[in-house]
């Protein structure tokens, strides 16, 4: 099974701040990678599919990077409205699709 | 507009069956695969299976196979989640979701639209 890890497991941001997450594959899975917002209290939301594809009405301040085993999350100017627990999810097992433990990020 | 309506909350005693079920409309329901994600309270997400509701095939992840049956009527739009005997571990929230499959290399495969969720409480 590919194993997804993510670092770090929480953060403490302010706004306007660059924010970068990574998420690392167990075996490379190509650009087979997603990244879901999740708030509290509600359903998660998907913010980039295949690595580095935009879904249709996020906002462009967040961006998708990496291949292979590495990929990673940023956020370029963090909003009050970010402040969330984000998952990366691996696509390239068709029949485990499994998501990494998650990144919550704070108020400094 | 696109949306996936989850069943209500269920509060259930060990040992009892259960159904919960996920309407998909706005779209057509055969053309996208659904999922089913688990949220245990103050936890990550889990995926557990999905189900292709055009012919009905499913693949579970091996934490859920054999716990949990996945289905789908494709007639009236719903796929179902259901246990025959409820343990107190599977207190939880519940997500459906639409499982996108895009070309590209192969296929991407993203879940872009959610269901809000149903919350499952099993207690004696």
């Known amino acids: 099974d590919i194993q997804m890890t993510q670092s770090p497991s929480s953060l403490s941001a302010s706004v306007g701040d660059r924010v970068t997450i990574t998420c690392r594959a167990s075996q490379s899975i190509s650009s087979y990678l997603n990244w879901y917002q999740q708030k509290p209290g509600k359903a998660p939301k998907l913010l980039i599919y295949a690595a580095s594809s935009l879904q249709s009405g996020v906002p462009s301040r967040f961006s998708g990077s990496g291949s292979g085993t590495d990929f990673t999350l940023t956020i370029s100017s963090l909003q009050p409205e970010d402040f969330a627990t984000y998952y990366c999810?691996?696509?390239?097992?068709?029949?485990?699709?499994?998501f990494g433990p998650g990144t919550k990020v704070d108020i400094k | 507009e696109v949306q996936l309506v989850q069943s209500g909350a269920e509060v259930k005693k060990p040992g009892e069956s259960l159904r919960i079920s996920c309407k998909g409309s706005g779209y057509s329901f055969t053309s996208y695969w659904i999922s089913w994600v688990r949220q245990m309270p103050g936890k990550g997400l889990e995926w557990m299976g999905r189900i292709d509701p055009s012919d009905s095939y499913t693949n579970y992840s091996p934490s859920f196979q054999g716990h949990v049956t996945i289905s789908a009527d494709k007639s009236i739009s719903t796929a179902y989640l259901q246990w025959s005997s409820l343990k107190a571990s599977d207190t939880a929230m519940y997500y459906c979701?639409?499982?996108?499959?895009?070309?590209?290399?192969?296929?991407?495969?993203?879940?872009?639209?959610w269901g809000k969720g149903t919350t499952v409480t099993v207690s004696s």
């Open positions: 999810q691996q696509s390239y097992s068709t029949l485990l699709f499994t």
């Open positions: 979701a639409r499982q996108v499959q895009q070309l590209g290399p192969g296929y991407y495969y993203y879940m872009d639209v």
